[in-house]
């Protein structure tokens, strides 16, 4: 009996032996790596996660132009809340003015040319009455009424008639007149 307990002593130490080599050659590839020693109590444990993200608005709202120009009145700072007419920067509208001035200008030289073409038009329909009643007595020559046919029919011509209709696209209502509940 004494012989087969030194067979299993001497055996098991072969096996130990065995995994020892078998752990140290394995071993020696990795690294081995610290740990952290602390005595055991109670505690509260806390997460902390840090990762990249994106914040995005629930509603995302893009404002665009209509008209360029230089702005000379901001009445809002980013991240102010807006509600809907309200007026948010006023854009400098000098040249815009200057172009309606000019465009009522023209338009008032147009009535004017449109008034007196009338009045010619009046002349030239009592003239041709005129020269209708000399035709009829045989006192006008051919020529005269070629002549009165020909100045009643230009002046009867239909001219190109304007209105003002696009004036206003031209220089928008100004800020203090916008209504309230928006454009």
Known sequence: MKGK???????????????????????????AQAVQFARVREEDITSRVRAPGKIEPRTQVKISADIMGKIVKLSVKEGD????????????????????????????????????????????????VRQRALWDQKVLSQAEWDQANSTIETRRLPGPRRRSRGLRTICPRPASSRPSTGW
């Open 5 to 31: 307990l030194w067979l299993w002593i001497g055996l098991g130490v072969v096996v130990l032996a065995a995994l020892i080599g078998m752990s140290v050659a394995r071993g020696g590839k990795g690294k």
């Open 81 to 128: 809340q807006v509600r809907r007419g309200q007026v948010m920067l006023q854009l400098d509208d000098t040249q815009y003015r200057a172009a309606a001035n000019q465009a009522q200008a023209a338009l008032a030289s147009a009535r004017a040319r449109h008034k007196d073409s009338e009045s010619l038009l009046r002349v030239a329909e009592s003239n041709f």
